[in-house]
């Protein structure tokens, strides 16, 4: 669990990041589910973005993708989500205490 000093430290970073995941018509399928776990482990935190043309709302594609790749959701703000999770072998942020 996140406290809100780290979440306030990981939407700062998030806000100049690019969306690397893009969720359109089919939802969370599991080909999104395998980019995403492999752009946790490089990367720790991603930025995602819900099409206009996905069946779910962006809070429940975020949640289910978190669920999926055992991460946490940081922040949903309009079609756009973060989510962290950190790497225990080769760290690459530093979270505030």
């Keep these: 669990m996140l ?3 780290q979440k306030r430290f990981l939407r700062s970073l998030g806000m100049t990041m690019e969306p690397l995941l893009h969720i359109g018509k089919d ?13 946790l482990r490089a990367r720790e935190l991603i930025k995602g973005r819900a099409l206009p043309t996905t069946p779910d709302s962006v809070a429940d594609v975020a949640a289910s993708l978190a669920e999926a790749t055992e991460s946490v959701v ?3 703000i309009g079609r756009n989500f973060l989510l962290f999770k950190p790497n225990d ?7 505030p205490v």
């Design 3 to 5: 406290s809100g000093r």
């Design 27 to 39: 939802g969370v399928t599991p080909p999104v589910v395998r980019q995403a776990v492999d752009a």
């Design 74 to 76: 940081v922040q949903v």
């Design 89 to 95: 072998d080769d760290p690459k942020l530093q979270l």
